[in-house]
């Protein structure tokens, strides 16, 4: 059954992996002191629960933020999920708030860097797909300044 893999697993599982960027709770204000991934599945239990496609979507993306993680993290990339909203953060001596739209934005991503504007994208992204677009068209570097690679 689909319904197995909940999108309050995601952050559930990168804490159990013993990550230190992981958030100890969802709500939890994120500490931006570089380049930084939040993916977000704004979702209940509930919810997933009683739609097999939104049960799908939770899967596909907890799947790929999974998989991306480690390369990201190796490149200097700290990584975050959230399920609940608004996301809370802070970055450049100020905390923000970013709220999805409820009728369209339930999942997606954001990068945050200090002294830079956030950027986001809706929908799930496969793990290929976000190491590229985190490294390339972002134009970051990993953490030994060398050219970024997927």
Do not use: K, N
């Not at 990550?19 to 500490?31: G, V």
């Not at 993306?61 to 993680?69: G, I, N, T, V, Y």
């Amino acid at each position: 059954m689909r319904r197995l893999i909940a999108p309050l697993l995601v952050a559930a599982q990168l804490a159990a992996c013993g990550r230190a960027d992981a958030p100890s709770h969802d709500a939890a204000p994120i500490a931006v002191g570089g380049p930084t991934l939040v993916g977000y599945l704004i979702a209940t239990q509930a919810e997933v629960d009683a739609d097999d496609e939104l049960a799908t979507v939770a899967e596909d993306f907890q799947f790929h933020l999974a998989d991306a993680r480690d390369s990201l993290v190796r490149r200097g990339v700290a990584v975050h999920a959230r399920t609940t909203s608004p996301i809370v953060y802070r970055v450049d001596g100020r905390t923000a708030r970013f709220r999805p739209a409820a009728d369209s934005e339930g999942v997606g991503y954001l990068w945050l860097r200090p002294g830079r504007a956030p950027v986001r994208r809706f929908g799930v992204m496969t793990d290929a797909d976000l190491v590229a677009f985190t490294l390339d068209s972002l134009r970051w570097r990993d953490a030994r300044g060398g050219t970024p690679s997927p």
